[in-house]
């Protein structure tokens, strides 16, 4: 029988899975749902279209060329679709605001990662492989800064790190409220920069290796329009 630990965490190896091709269709079904629900989220704002979609084939991408198994890439896959779902919880002027966010607003912003772990918590397939906690610790940053909780290094899930990246390499190629969308060169210094403190170093490392195939797969989650 076809083992897939995604699929025996939701129940649904005995019952629908008696061979490889079930297993590999309802995989696929995971993998759908979670990608229309990250379009649902993104569809709340004009400037984050198809935001959700660039983080997970980014992260996707990091994660088969840091080696990770077949199973974690496509963990790290569904939980780049949902990284955002908290956002459904976060007012949408706070969301679209052009200006600097005063302190409320940021408290608001902030509770998403935790908005978004709380929700798909009740999916016991999804806490048992660790997307749960990967959406939950996609802000934390590798010097301890970040939110929700200040994990610091390796206390941050793998895939959440691996997110970051992918996460912040997307919002600095879109258009936001606040201000216009970087090219790719100048973003790829950012996260050079930010290696070691916002970003995991090996991540970072990861990312240099196979930046121009990355400038690639975004063109093609962009109608096949090249990054700039």
């Not at 996609?138 to 997110?163: M, N, T, V």
């Amino acid at each position: 029988m076809f083992k897939s630990p995604l699929l025996e965490s939701c129940g649904m190896l005995d019952v629908v899975a008696p061979d490889k091709v079930c297993g590999d269709i309802l995989l696929a079904l995971v993998h759908q749902l979670a990608e229309s629900l990250g379009r649902a989220i993104d569809a709340k704002d004009s400037h984050t279209m198809a935001h959700s979609e660039e983080v997970a084939e980014v992260s996707k991408f990091l994660a088969a060329a840091m080696g990770l198994s077949r199973e974690s890439v496509a963990c790290v896959h569904v939980a780049g679709h949902l990284h955002d779902i908290g956002k459904i919880g976060v007012p949408d002027a706070v969301l679209g605001k052009p200006g600097r966010l005063d302190p409320d607003e940021w408290r608001q912003m902030q509770a998403h990662p935790t908005i978004g772990a709380d929700i798909l918590d009740p999916l016991d397939c999804l806490a048992r492989t660790g997307i749960v906690e990967m959406v939950r610790a996609h802000h934390e940053r590798f010097d301890g800064s970040g939110y929700p909780a200040g994990l610091k290094g390796r206390e941050i899930p793998l895939g959440a790190r691996i997110i970051s990246v992918a996460d912040s390499l997307s919002a600095m190629l879109q258009t936001r409220p606040y201000r216009p969308a970087m090219g790719f060169a100048e973003a790829h210094r950012e996260i050079v920069r930010c290696a070691g403190s916002q970003f995991d170093p090996d991540v970072v490392d990861a990312f240099l290796a196979v930046a121009g195939d990355v400038r690639q797969l975004l063109g093609s989650c962009r109608g096949g329009v090249l990054v700039p």
